[in-house]
């Protein structure tokens, strides 16, 4: 038998979401009345057998309505467990999370551009209405990249931050200290794209070859041009490949000295970057398909110390990035139902941002998603562009959790 401490309860009740709270006290009281109502209904039973004829007591009209009864009873004591508990875990989780604002004091974040959950979440605010209250004091700063992010984690410039998966396994590999603790559900199908001059005459992925072709060294565009050519038979080294991060390459863009340019939010072609010059021959969906999000993921990333040291401070985090995904989705959902109102957005794409809409914005690490990343470091390794092998399910370097972020 396996027996678990209080402390273990409360954590894992805490855990829970309300919903699913509510659904296990719900069952609980279920039980607790069908339990009782089959006591009575053996009751029942064995005193219509008592007899040679099998008639129903005097007493079944009774007894049928003490089990209904029973039953309401079990789920509005069941009702009342959970507001009970809820109050009680959302007390403590309080008291954790004071404790160790106190410790605390200033917390840290880091974003890229075009980040839109970390970006909704600084323009609503929702961090600093939590956590001002407990004395903590929370300050933004945007970076350029996903590597300078980490980078700056590894530093202490930081203490939490999103961006691409490729750019941990460069730093993986540089030994920085960095955890992965999360990631985003979706990757944008859009979000990153391969873009060559509107009068040049590569027209597909397999025209690349020869090219001078423009990317962020060490980022999820590095991993895009090298799937992108495998898909067409070409190799790393049929290409001149440009290390140059967006805000360098864009000038040479222009200009016409590369060829292609390898690029994600803003730069890509949505409303964002509408001005910006290029013509698409391929995105995320035309190299990866439907597994864009497993393939390329957007993660979350802390310091060790806010992971080991400030377990709650964390989940409340990631409750807040989750909350603010929410409603960036709600946001985009309005924008895409006044397109088809106007017949300017396949109603089908709708019907998947419906979807969407009702679950969650960020996850935990899953298998999927260590395997997919796992997959990239290999290859990386392969093509001498990382020094060694590393293993991305370290638990130094990656939190296994089955963490539920949503709260209702």
Partial sequence: MILLSGLGVKKYYCSLSKKSRSILFMGLGLLLSVGIGLINSEVILAQSTSSNNFTLPENTNRRIWETVGLFIGGILFAILLDRIFYKRSNGDTNI???????KLKHLKIGYPEGMINLETLKQQGYLERYFEPLGVTVTWSSFLSASSLIEALSNGSIDFCGGGGTASIFSQAAEHCFVRVARDKYTIAKGQAILVPEDSPIQTLADLKGKKIAFDQGSSAHYIIIRALEKVGLQYSDIEAIYLTQPEALPLFR??????WVVWVPYTLTEMRSAYPGRCIADLETVFGDRASIEVPTLYYAIPELVRDYPDILKIILEEVNEAGAWAKKQELETAQRLVNHHQLDPIILTELQQRSIER???????PTLKALQHQANIFRDLKLIPERINVRDGTYSLITKQNWTYW
């Fill in 255 to 260: 200009r016409g000295e590369i060829d292609a």
């Fill in 96 to 102: 954790y999370a004071k404790k160790e604002a106190k």
């Fill in 361 to 367: 914005a960020i996850i935990p690490l899953d298998e």
